[in-house]
């Protein structure tokens, strides 16, 4: 069958309306009206409705086949065509039981876990938590009609007409969900918790950064703390890096005994978003200006990379530091044919320091059932020489440790599993949580936290205790773990 665009009737139309929810639309819309060829009248119950104008949204072009089947564009990353993977739209107007099937025809990689069982994820006005689609609705092959491309396609069923459902690669998490969550993490007044604009991105956009500890004055001033940093979001696609983020800072502004010793021990610098632009825009990759940041860590300007470039200054500064221990940087990302969460390392010549680079993903994978170790890899490829995890591996000193944490975009397999699970929002979190209480095991592994009481709590806050009945806030004693459980944090 030949396809061509002339023939579908395919017309913008200016709207006023707006879906609510997490994603709302902003302001007035374009949305794609796609009604059969030839077609001139009024708009009927199952002509499709397509919308992207919203935020983290990215739909470019809709191609009419068939009643039942319709050709999906990807829009490509700003100012950068070779980025094409990130889809997130919406489609009203259905008829109720109408079946359709959509091809998302231009890919830009060929690798997917699309063909290990990967689905996309849906939601609909009455149906507003994501869930994937069943595996056995998606293809994903060599199409011919698309010049031998890749195509993903997958079938669907509407059952409710005055639904409109929303369609994304994976699970998004926008810059708004951000300001939100932070928003909501200040109105706590935590006294442990501070919350600054490190800069705005090239639209003006906000660059947080969060700084979690201890600051109790029964504290010792001359007990050294040591420093993490963490940062989230270079790739605006990758939206799984949110969830483990906010999963990480969720663990350790709670009153949990492991957080309340951590926080009491060390200093946790996090920047959620890296990219804002690129998340508000639903790019893939890259930044407004189409630059790909986690690949110009060697030279960021302050004008086309402002938000790479604010981070890497205070990085810098602190390193400069006598006063700041800075001993680990961690970039979170997702992957989009691995599964899994695993790392990557860096490179030395000092096996003793490479055997210590080894320690924080081991204690990980004990506490993580869905980390692998056996993923996790060390290496110096060229490619990788401007990103993060490896310029500030050569800046650093031999004290300190950066790395890529990295996670499935689809799923994970446990020790006992005989099929990959899919990962959900909850396990994308919960895997941010056991990174977190994983410092603990580091940091006593290395004498850096000896006693498991917070300094705080020896004196009278015992109500942090309810619950954990040693009262000691043990890391790994049987109580400790049946807290976890009850709060979703273990296994
Ligand atoms: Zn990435």
């Known amino acids: 069958m030949e396809r061509k665009m002339e023939e579908s009737t395919v017309r913008d139309v200016e709207t006023g309306s707006e879906t609510g929810g997490e994603d709302a639309l902003v302001g007035n819309v374009n949305k794609l009206m796609v009604s059969p060829?030839?077609?001139?009248?009024?708009?009927?119950?199952?002509?499709?409705?397509?919308?992207?104008?919203?935020?983290?949204?990215?739909?470019?072009?809709?191609?009419?086949?068939?009643e039942f089947e319709f050709d999906l564009f990807i829009r490509p990353d700003t100012c950068n065509p070779r980025f094409r993977v990130w889809f997130n739209f919406t489609v009203e107007n259905v008829r109720e039981t109408q079946r359709v099937i959509f091809n998302v025809v231009n890919f830009s990689k060929t690798k997917s876990l699309y063909r290990d069982g990967m689905s996309p994820v849906v939601k609909s006005t009455s149906r507003p938590k994501w869930q994937r689609l069943p595996a056995k609705n998606v293809y994903y092959y060599r199409c011919p009609d698309h010049r031998r491309n890749y195509v993903m396609s997958f079938a669907f069923c509407f059952d409710r007409e005055d639904d409109i459902y929303q369609f994304a690669y994976c699970y998004p998490y926008t810059y708004s969900r951000l300001q939100h969550y932070l928003a909501s993490l200040e109105r706590r007044n935590l006294p442990y918790l501070q919350r600054e604009q490190l800069g705005l991105s090239v639209q003006q956009r906000q660059l947080d950064l969060l700084t979690i500890t201890n600051c109790d004055q029964h504290q010792s001033p001359e007990r050294e703390k040591k420093l993490v940093f963490l940062t989230a979001r270079v790739h605006p696609g990758e939206s799984p890096a949110s969830f483990i983020c906010q999963g990480v800072i969720d663990f350790l502004v709670s009153q949990h005994p492991v957080a309340q010793i951590l926080r009491d021990h060390v200093i946790f610098k996090i920047v959620p978003m890296l990219n804002p632009d690129g998340v508000y825009l639903g790019n893939y990759?890259?930044?407004?200006?189409?630059?790909?940041?986690n690949r110009h860590w060697q030279d960021p300007?302050?004008?086309?990379?402002?938000?790479?470039?604010?981070?890497?200054?205070?990085?810098?500064?602190?390193?400069?530091?006598?006063?700041?221990s800075l001993e680990f940087y961690i970039d979170v990302h997702a992957h989009s044919t691995m599964l899994n969460g695993f790392m990557y390392g860096n490179v030395f010549e000092d096996e003793e320091r490479v055997q210590r680079q080894a320690v924080f993903p081991r204690l990980l994978c004990q506490n993580a059932p869905d980390f692998s170790f056996s993923n996790t890899s060390f290496n110096r490829d060229v490619v990788k020489a401007g990103t993060g995890r490896r310029f500030l591996g050569g800046l650093l000193d031999d004290t300190s440790y950066c790395y890529t944490l990295e996670v499935s975009f689809y799923s994970y397999m446990t020790a006992g599993s005989t099929a990959p699970v899919p990962y959900t929002e909850e396990t994308y979190m919960k895997l941010g949580r056991n990174v977190a209480r994983t410092f603990l095991d580091y940091y006593k592994l290395n004498n850096l936290i000896k006693d498991n009481i917070p300094a705080h709590l020896q004196c009278s806050e015992m109500k942090f205790h309810t619950g954990n009945g040693n009262g000691k806030g043990n890391g790994r004693d049987t109580s400790d773990r049946e807290r976890e459980k009850s709060q979703g944090v273990g296994h």
């Open 37 to 66: 060829p030839g077609y001139s009248g009024a708009l009927r119950k199952g002509h499709l409705v397509f919308d992207a104008c919203f935020e983290s949204g990215n739909l470019g072009r809709v191609d009419y086949i068939s």
């Open 285 to 293: 990759r890259c930044s407004l200006m189409g630059f790909d940041l």
């Open 301 to 324: 300007s302050p004008w086309a990379h402002p938000t790479l470039h604010a981070v890497k200054q205070l990085i810098v500064q602190m390193s400069q530091d006598p006063r700041v």
